[in-house]
């Protein structure tokens, strides 16, 4: 079957080439890294976790869309969903080698993601953050291939796939359930110490993964014979639409909550995003871009004539896939360190380094979904325009 990933015409490899050579470029910068340190990264004693951090709690999120595919195809028996539901099992397991890539990149010595085996810690979040993301990868990768198999065969898929189906289904919220914790358990950092972060986390979820799959389907559409079919696009585009006003009412609930009760410590955190703090704004105009794009993609989405456009409805998808990123890839992570417990500011920014270690591993993403949807539309005959 991975032989079907090795032939394609002149697009398919020119795009290969362009992924490769960033991979190279940000594969450099990791060995450069592992040389001198994390010291070429802008992270610091203040801010200890940034932007590598970031990313990983973002495709957390991709990874768990997956679900919002699966569980109407499975569980409510939604027909249309059956040509995407392969589509986002693939999508989730690029997603979560990136975010296990991330993790290796931000620990330095890589060497020492073998203490989590070989001392596991039980009452440790990070441990069950370590069970639940390799599960999930098995999971999917066990679901797409005994699918895709069973495709090749022209059988339908053996019946005890689908207690696994129903499994992955409860694993996907448990990935990102799981991930909030890690933050939500840290009591010194109060940005981060409030009930509803789990959920957040899933509404964020359910709008920048499925965004992400419309957009998938639309590029396929164009290059390939594949076509999801405008209802299933229609009702994905409901999914992205819920998940994403639901997303927004949970982020205003914080800010109202923290303002109302003006508790400094938990004030300063969003003073610091929105307006800046002490002279320091480096973030202040990333976050009024993604609430520009937050209220612009609700714009277009919630108006079904604007939801169902050609046109606007790919603008929806990256407006809301843009601000997800900027909120959860850029500022989350970032502003529970700032200030720090004794109300010092240290600002953090990225470097090039980390940015082109950063690219590389979005790259090896995108080589991932390349070569598991070419082999997965070459089985169904669905190459080419």
Not at 38 to 57: C, E, H, K, N
Not at 261 to 285: A, C, K, M, Q
Request: aromatic share 12%.
């Amino acid at each position: 079957m991975l032989e079907k990933a090795l032939t394609g015409d002149r697009r398919y490899w020119s795009w290969i080439a362009v992924l490769s050579v960033i991979i190279g470029v940000g594969g450099w910068f990791y060995l450069r890294q592992l040389h001198v340190g994390l010291g070429i990264t802008g992270m610091s004693r203040d801010v200890s976790w940034g932007f590598y951090i970031a990313q990983f709690t973002f495709l957390v999120g991709v990874a768990a869309s997956a679900v919002m595919v699966v569980l109407p195809y499975y569980l409510h028996d939604v027909k249309v969903f059956g040509k995407l539901t392969i589509l986002g099992e693939l999508l989730a397991i690029a997603s979560v080698t990136m975010c296990l890539l991330f993790i290796v990149v931000d620990l330095g010595q890589p060497q020492r993601m073998l203490n989590i085996v070989l001392h596991p810690t039980p009452h440790s979040i990070l441990f069950w953050d370590m069970v639940v993301l390799n599960g999930y990868l098995i999971l999917n990768v066990v679901i797409s291939r005994t699918s895709l198999l069973a495709e090749r065969r022209g059988e339908a898929p053996p019946t005890w796939i689908k207690p696994v189906i129903y499994l992955s289904i409860v694993w996907a919220v448990s990935i990102h359930t799981v991930t909030a914790f890690i933050y939500a358990g840290l009591a010194a950092r109060p940005f981060w110490l409030t009930a509803i972060l789990a959920p957040r986390f899933l509404a964020s979820a359910f709008s920048s993964g499925p965004a992400l799959l419309i957009l998938l389907c639309l590029i396929l559409r164009r290059f390939t014979r594949f076509d999801a079919g405008d209802e299933a696009i229609s009702k994905i585009a409901v999914i992205v639409t819920y998940a994403m006003a639901i997303n927004v009412f949970f982020i205003l609930m914080e800010i109202f909550t923290a303002f109302y009760s003006d508790i400094p410590e938990h004030v300063e955190h969003f003073r610091y995003l929105f307006v800046g703090l002490d002279g320091h704004t480096r973030l202040v105009p990333w976050m009024w871009a993604s609430v520009i794009l937050a209220v612009f993609s609700l714009v277009l989405l919630i108006n079904p004539r604007t939801r169902h456009g050609r046109t606007t409805l790919p603008l929806a998808c990256i407006a809301v896939f843009a601000s997800i990123w900027i909120d959860k890839g850029l500022g989350m992570v970032v502003t529970g360190f700032v200030p720090n417990p004794l109300g010092e500011v240290t600002e953090y920014w990225p470097t090039l380094a980390e940015g082109l270690i950063t690219l590389g591993i979005y790259a090896i993403g995108a080589l991932m979904v390349t070569g598991f949807y070419h082999i997965a539309l070459a089985e169904r005959g669905e190459l080419g325009t």
